[in-house]
């Protein structure tokens, strides 16, 4: 009986969404992490930690909402379908807008709300939201790509 068990449990892959998003921010947050130490910049070491690991694993967690979420076979079926580069590029694009959205709300509040004056972190934001958008999404969804295909298969 546990042969049988242990034999259909083989091919099964599960797609986690916190080992994920643990993913989607540790990657960029050490490459960012290691481009700072490299450099000698002190505000890429922090922007690794705060707003480039941390909006790319608030995006991968969204992302990975939805993927969960619209999980049916009808609504995957597209993504199943197409190529995986064009499914993770479309998502990777999106993310970046997403990320570019968030950039341009976070400033226009702040701005609206207070002086924000020379603030460095504002500044970075319009390239570390994008980015970390993006890369959050091509992580997320190719991975979860490769779970649910492989899953089918079996």
Known sequence: MNKMKAEKNV????FVLWREVIMAYISPA??????????GDRALQLGALTTIG???AL???MLGLWLRRRGGPMHQSWMLRAPRLLVVVLFGLGGGMLGL???WTLSECLSSIASIGNKAWVDRVWMDFPLSGVIASTIMTW???VVVK????N
Not at 11 to 14: A, F, L
Not at 150 to 153: F, G, I, K, L
């Open 11 to 14: 091919g099964t892959r599960k």
């Open 59 to 61: 995006i991968a967690l």
């Open 30 to 39: 050490i490459m960012a992490g290691i481009g700072g130490v490299i450099t």
């Open 54 to 56: 941390g909006t790319s």
């Open 101 to 103: 959205g968030a950039a």
């Open 150 to 153: 492989s899953n089918r298969q």
């Open 143 to 145: 991975r979860w790509r």
